[in-house]
Structures are given as C-alpha cells and as structure tokens.
C-alpha cells in the first residue's frame, strides 16, 4: 500500500520533539502505550531495541500500530502516525521500522486555530494533498 503522507513536512514537524508513545493493541483490544524515541529515516520510522514484552506480543499478533509525540511545550500540536510494524527478530532487542499510513498534528482547538478543520479540534492532514500549519 502506497503512503500518501508528506515525508518532507513530517520531518519539518519533529524537529524539537525528543520521544514519543508506540501504541499497540492487546488481545482484548486494550491500547498499550510505550515510550520510545523513534526517528525518521526517510520513509521510515525506526524504534531501536523494544523491550518491552507486551509490545513485543501485541506485534506478533498485529502490525498495525500508532505513534504518538506529545507536544514539547503546552499549547503545541501532538503528532500522531499511523502505519504497519515489521519487527526484526532479535527478542529483547528487537528493533521495529515502521512504515506510516497516515500523520497528523492535532491539539484542543483555540480561537487562533485555522477554521474549516476536517475535526472537531485544530487539526493538520500532513498528507501529499494537504495545506496549512
């Protein structure tokens, strides 16, 4: 499946942003959050060493997967990708790559947000298509 995402303004929009959360889903649907510090490497995010066994199982199960940077200082937009995992196989030091669908940037709307957004908060397509932020 072809990303759609613009690679180019993803960059531009995580610079300043130290970690984010893998979220992956368990058996019973529960989200699972980890922290990471994730990086991009041109149409990829990579994860070094996972851990964590949990989100090593919910992988085995399922690849796909969010990622999640809060905003580096209050008011700043979240950005969240979604996209499918490949896991090396090396237990512990499994290492993910991940290959993004979708990302936006997402924060509670204020009355500087710019208007017409697709949701209910100030909200940022970074698709190939998108304009603003």
Not at 16 to 25: C, E, K, P, R, S
Not at 44 to 65: C, E, M, P, W, Y
Request: proline share 9%; aromatic share 6%.
């Amino acid at each position: 499946m072809a990303s759609n995402v613009d690679f180019t303004r993803l960059a531009e929009k995580l610079v300043g942003y130290d970690y984010a959360y893998l979220i992956t889903v368990d058996t019973e649907n529960r989200p699972h959050p980890v922290p990471v510090m994730p990086t991009l490497d041109g149409e990829t995010v990579r994860i070094g060493a996972l851990g964590g066994r949990r989100s090593r199982a919910n992988l085995a199960r399922s690849s796909d997967v969010t990622l999640m940077w809060p905003p580096p200082s209050p008011g700043g937009y979240t950005v969240i990708v979604d996209g499918t995992a490949d896991v090396s196989d090396a237990g512990e030091l499994a290492s993910v790559a991940i290959a993004p669908s979708r990302a936006v940037l997402i924060r509670v709307a204020t009355p500087e947000s710019p208007g017409e957004t697709p949701c209910y908060s100030d909200c940022v397509d970074l698709r190939l298509t998108a304009q603003g932020a």
